[in-house]
């Protein structure tokens, strides 16, 4: 074999296990150095153009997931913050027994139609007015899940003990306050009024107060955490919950420039207004009334409103 065949062949040590003559070893392992050498200078290029290759492909995925990650946020302000966990300062429950809503619709055997989205946040409750003031849909959500509608086990254990099988939420902005709406769609109205109690915080004689290891009631949570909605639970602010049979409705408002929880005011007209929320379920109410039955349900709320939350 010639000196030539010898370098093409591979690396001066391994000829030399071949027991090449030494002047063909040296030729050898001249040519392998060379030869080695030329190699040496062309991997580092290779590997860098493979760096450069991988480096391409990871901001490819990273720039597609942060896409994924941001169209996965929702609609408008959807996700821009997590949502509060907190509660109302004032809270109170509106129940009448012999309210039309809550006898037509106090079960969901007889009012067995899913509630939709365009039921619930169409046209119509895009805004909401009356009372000289104006509320605007934000962001709102209408999930199976009831659970993550909540915060706090007592709430959603009562969810689950009256068999929750749809939980709708919404934002809504004026010019001097904004609040959430939240309804659930319960088995019956004894489970209505079973999650209503469960949001409220437990009544101790006056001048008592609960034990430093009482665990806190819970309480809806907005469907976003995006501004106003992140001071949500840091100002004053009321809520509602009010028995429409089988369904529970909860009208959260909070003043947009209140900054402390002890700056009690007047939330009447809020509540009231955007209580008409609770709309759709009277236009239910109408359909599923006997053919006989000419009357008429009143519009919006409805339903007196009392307790400490509508005061002031």
């Not at 469907?223 to 639970?233: M, V």
Request: include cysteine.
């Amino acid at each position: 074999m010639s000196p030539s065949e010898a370098s093409a062949s591979g690396t001066a040590g391994r000829r030399r296990k071949n027991s090449e003559p030494d002047d063909a070893g040296r030729s050898s392992r001249t040519n392998g150095r060379r030869r080695s050498g030329g190699r040496r200078k062309q991997e580092p290029r290779r590997f860098g153009r493979l760096i450069g290759v991988i480096g391409g492909v990871l901001v490819v995925a990273l720039v597609g997931l942060g896409v994924v990650l941001y169209l996965d946020r929702g609609g408008e302000g959807g996700g821009d913050g997590s949502p509060p966990r907190t509660r109302p300062v004032a809270y109170s429950v509106s129940d009448s027994e012999t309210n039309d809503i809550n006898t037509v619709l106090a079960t969901r055997e007889a009012d067995n139609r899913p509630l939709n989205e365009g039921e619930l946040f169409g046209e119509r409750s895009a805004e909401i007015s009356s009372r000289g003031m104006a509320f605007t849909l934000r962001d709102f959500e209408l999930a199976e899940d009831c659970s993550g509608a909540v915060w706090g086990d007592g709430v959603a254990e009562a969810l689950v003990g009256a068999d929750c099988t749809q939980a709708g939420r919404g934002t809504y902005v004026s010019d001097d306050h904004f609040g959430v709406v939240a309804i659930f769609n319960l088995a019956d109205i004894e489970g209505s009024r079973a999650v209503a109690a469960a949001m409220a915080e437990p009544e101790l004689p006056e001048g008592e107060e609960p034990p430093a290891d009482a665990p806190v009631p819970g309480f809806v949570m907005p469907p976003s955490g995006a501004d106003p909605f992140d001071r949500l639970g840091s100002g004053y602010s009321a809520a509602e919950a009010t028995i429409s049979g089988h369904y529970l409705v909860v009208v959260w408002v909070q003043p947009t420039d209140s900054a402390s929880v002890d700056e009690r005011v007047s939330l009447a007209s809020p509540l009231v207004t955007l209580g008409n929320f609770r709309d759709p379920l009277y236009r239910r109410l109408v359909n599923l009334k006997d053919d006989t039955d000419t009357t008429e349900p009143t519009g919006g709320t409805g339903v007196e409103t009392t307790g400490p939350g509508t005061g002031g």
